[in-house]
C-alpha cells in the first residue's frame, strides 16, 4: 500500500505520485489529506484501489476506467465525469453534475447529491442513499439511477432510455418523464443493488417508484405541438 | 467565475477572528478572480456611531485628497487615511444620504464605499496578498464577513467594480455575488426611474440595491432572498449579510457553485470546499447548496 500526502503540494504532482504507486506495482493507494483540491485521481486506468481520505473538490475521478475510489468525505463538481468503468463511493455528499455522462461502472453516494446528478449518463449505475437536487438524470440515454430518499424538481426531464427509481417523494417530474410500477425484476435488481451497495440500509425494493422517458420528445409530431412548446 | 466566501461566528462577543480566516478562504480562491479581491467585515456594534469608509482616488497619490476631505468635515471622529481610502466615525443619528451626497460633491474621484454601526468594506484589484498587505485585514476581529475574488466579464477593473457592494444609504448591508443578472438593465432602468444612483456597470450592484429596497419596505431578509428568485434572472449565488444577520441564495438552476458548512460555533459558506478547509481546521462535512435554497442565520 501506497500513501500519499498532499499538504503543500498541487493536484498534478499529487496526481503523479499516484500513477507512479501504480506503475510500480501497488494495488492500492491511500490519499491523505486531500483538502478539497480539484482533479484528484483523473484518467485512472487500472483496477486498483484510490482511498481519499477527506473531501475532494472539482472532477475526481473523471475519466476512469477500472479503478475503485472510496472519498471519506464529499466531493465538489463533475464527480465521476465520463468514467468508462470502476466504482466510486461517496461518504459525505456530493456537488452538481456527479456521473454526469459515465459510460459504465457504478457511483454510490452515501450523503445527497446536488443539482444535475447522473445528466446524459449513457450506462454504469448511480446510487444515492440520501436526497438529489434538481434536474437529475436529464437526458439520459442508458444506465440506471436510484435515489433512495427525495428526487428534486425537474426529474428525468427529456430522457431516453436511462430508468430512475427513488425511494420516496419527487419534487416535481421533468418533461416526458412517465412514473411506472417496478416489474418484479427490478424489484430485486432493487434489492440486491442496495444489499450490495448500501448494505445496512431497510429500504426496500418494492418501495420504488420508477420513472422512465414517455417516448413522447423522441420523434417529432406536429399533432404534438403542444408537448414540444412546454419542451422548448 | 469569481470567488465568494462567508463566515458567520454564532457566539461570543465580536472578538473572532474574521480577518484572518476571510483571508484564508480568499486565498484559496484567488485563482477563481485575479482582478480584485475584497471583504466586508462587521465589528462590535455601536449604535452611537457611523463608520465611513470613503474612496479618495483609484491608487495612490491621494494624500491631498485625504486633506482635503478632513478640511471639510471637522467634526468627524477617528479620521485616518491609508492607500485609496479614508476612514472616520460620525455621529450615530447622521442623515447618511446628506452625508454621501456632500462627501461624493467634493471630489469627483469620491465614492462613500461602505457606511455601517459594523460594516467596513475594503476592496481593491489584485490579489487578496494585495489586499492584506495594504490594509492588514487580517487583524480586524468580529462577528461575521464576506469576501470576494473577481474575475471580470463585462464591466471594467477598478476598485468601484470591486465587490463586496454596499446598497448606498443602507446601513451595515453589503453582498457579495458570483455570476450574471441576465435582467440587469431592465432592473437598473426601472431603479433609475425612481432617482436611484448607480455607481458602476457592474450587474451584481443591483443585487444590494434590489435587497435594500425588499429590507427598506419591511420585510425579513429572508423574504427579500425568496423575492429575489422571481424578481433577478440569470445565474447567482449570493452571499448577504447586516449587522446581525448573514445569508444566502443559489439561482433556480443551480447554476454557480456554493458549498455550506456549519457547526455550533460557526457558519461557512463559499464557491468551493477548498476555501473552507484551507482556512478552518476541524472535524465537519460540507455541502453543495440546492437549487433556490435560502437559508438566513441571526445572532
Wanted: aromatic share 8%; charged share 25%; glycine share 12%.
Amino acid at each position: 500500500m501506497a500513501e500519499i500526502a498532499c499538504a503543500g503540494r498541487a493536484a498534478r504532482e499529487i496526481n503523479a505520485e499516484i500513477r507512479r504507486a501504480i506503475a510500480a506495482g501497488e494495488r492500492e493507494v491511500v490519499v491523505k489529506d486531500p483538502g478539497a483540491r480539484h482533479n484528484i485521481a483523473v484518467g485512472i486506468l487500472d483496477p486498483v484501489t484510490i482511498r481519499i481520505l477527506g473531501s475532494v473538490g472539482y472532477f475526481c475521478g473523471g475519466l476512469i476506467d477500472g479503478p475503485r475510489i472510496e472519498i471519506d468525505e464529499s466531493a465538489g463538481w463533475g464527480l465521476a465525469e465520463s468514467m468508462m468503468n470502476g466504482e466510486i463511493v461517496v461518504h459525505g455528499s456530493v456537488g452538481n453534475g456527479a456521473a454526469a455522462a459515465i459510460r459504465g461502472g457504478t457511483v454510490v453516494i452515501h450523503g445527497d447529491a446536488a443539482a444535475r446528478l447522473g445528466v446524459s449518463i449513457k450506462g454504469g449505475t448511480v446510487v444515492v442513499a440520501g436526497n438529489c437536487g434538481y434536474m437529475a438524470g436529464f437526458m439520459g440515454q442508458k444506465g440506471r439511477i436510484v435515489v433512495c430518499g427525495d428526487a428534486g424538481d425537474a426529474f428525468a426531464d427529456s430522457m431516453y432510455e436511462t430508468v430512475c427509481f427513488v425511494g420516496r417523494e419527487i419534487a416535481g417530474l421533468g418533461t416526458d418523464a412517465v412514473v411506472e410500477q417496478p416489474s418484479a425484476d427490478e424489484i430485486t435488481w432493487l434489492d440486491f443493488t442496495l444489499a450490495q451497495h448500501l448494505p445496512g440500509s431497510e429500504r426496500c425494493g418494492a418501495d420504488f417508484k420508477k420513472v422512465v422517458a414517455g417516448r413522447k420528445l423522441w420523434n417529432f409530431d406536429k399533432r404534438e405541438w403542444k408537448v414540444w412548446q412546454e419542451a422548448l | 467565475m469569481c470567488g465568494i466566501v462567508g463566515f458567520f461566528a454564532k457566539q461570543g462577543d465580536a472578538q473572532a477572528e474574521i480577518g484572518r480566516t476571510i483571508l484564508g478562504m480568499l486565498r484559496a480562491l484567488g485563482c477563481r478572480g485575479p482582478d480584485s479581491a475584497g471583504v466586508a467585515l462587521f465589528g462590535a456594534p455601536d449604535d452611537n456611531r457611523f463608520i465611513v469608509r470613503v474612496k479618495l482616488g483609484e491608487s495612490g497619490g491621494v494624500e491631498s485628497k485625504a486633506a482635503q476631505l478632513a478640511v471639510h468635515f471637522p467634526g468627524v471622529h477617528g479620521f485616518s487615511a491609508t492607500a485609496a481610502y479614508a476612514r472616520f466615525a460620525v455621529n450615530g443619528s447622521t442623515d447618511l444620504t446628506r452625508l454621501s451626497a456632500a462627501i461624493e460633491a467634493l471630489d469627483k474621484d469620491f465614492e462613500v464605499v461602505s457606511i455601517g454601526h459594523r460594516l467596513e468594506i475594503v476592496k481593491q484589484t489584485g490579489s487578496p496578498d494585495n489586499l492584506e498587505n495594504t490594509y492588514g485585514i487580517s487583524r480586524l476581529k468580529g462577528t461575521h464577513a464576506l469576501g470576494h475574488t473577481r474575475l471580470s466579464t463585462e464591466s471594467r477593473v477598478d476598485l468601484s467594480h470591486s465587490q463586496p457592494f454596499w446598497s448606498h444609504g443602507f446601513p451595515d448591508l453589503a453582498i457579495v455575488h458570483n455570476g450574471h443578472i441576465t435582467n440587469y438593465h431592465q432592473l437598473r432602468r426601472r431603479y433609475e426611474q425612481r432617482g436611484v444612483r448607480f455607481y458602476t456597470e457592474n450587474d451584481s450592484e443591483v443585487v444590494a440595491i434590489y435587497l435594500a429596497g425588499q429590507l427598506q419596505e419591511g420585510g425579513s431578509l429572508k423574504d427579500a432572498l425568496e423575492r429575489m428568485l422571481r424578481d433577478l434572472d440569470g445565474s447567482y449565488s449570493c452571499l448577504v449579510a447586516t449587522g446581525g444577520e448573514f445569508g444566502f441564495v443559489k439561482d433556480p438552476f443551480a447554476l454557480k457553485p456554493l458549498v455550506m458548512t456549519e457547526t455550533d460555533q460557526f457558519v461557512a459558506v463559499a464557491t468551493e470546499e477548498i476555501a473552507i478547509r484551507s482556512a478552518l481546521p476541524g472535524k465537519y462535512s460540507v455541502r453543495e447548496a440546492q437549487v433556490k435554497e435560502v437559508r438566513v442565520w441571526q445572532r
